[in-house]
């Protein structure tokens, strides 16, 4: 049935109801994130997870080794400083999208 051959209120009624609907659905598509941020985001999950238990026997490693004296204290900071910007790097981004309102 064509909407033109409706009365004006009925006519009237059928837009309303199609635009409620057309406004609705475009929300629901732009709740849907982007192919690349849902893979970039993945990547960092899958990052964080590996680098986990890496960073926490690497940490007991180089404690062992400055108990012994045999690092120097300067890697075992830059070690430490690395590890907290690998898992920090996600708010550091987030602050540096703010800063600039990116």
Do not use: K, Y
């Not at 051959?5 to 057309?22: E, K």
């Not at 994130?33 to 590996?50: D, R, Y």
């Amino acid at each position: 049935m064509v909407l033109g051959n409706r009365p004006d209120s009925a006519r009237r009624a059928a837009q309303t109801l199609l635009l409620t609907l057309c406004v609705c659905a475009s929300s629901v598509v732009f709740a849907q994130a982007s192919p690349v941020l849902t893979g970039a985001e993945s990547l960092q999950t899958n990052i964080l997870a590996w680098l986990t238990p890496i960073a926490v026997i690497f940490v007991m490693v180089l404690g062992v080794l400055a108990m012994a004296n045999q690092i120097s204290w300067g890697w075992v900071i830059g070690a430490i400083v690395g590890i907290g910007l690998a898992f920090g790097a996600p708010q550091i981004v987030a602050w540096v999208r703010d800063m600039f309102a990116v």
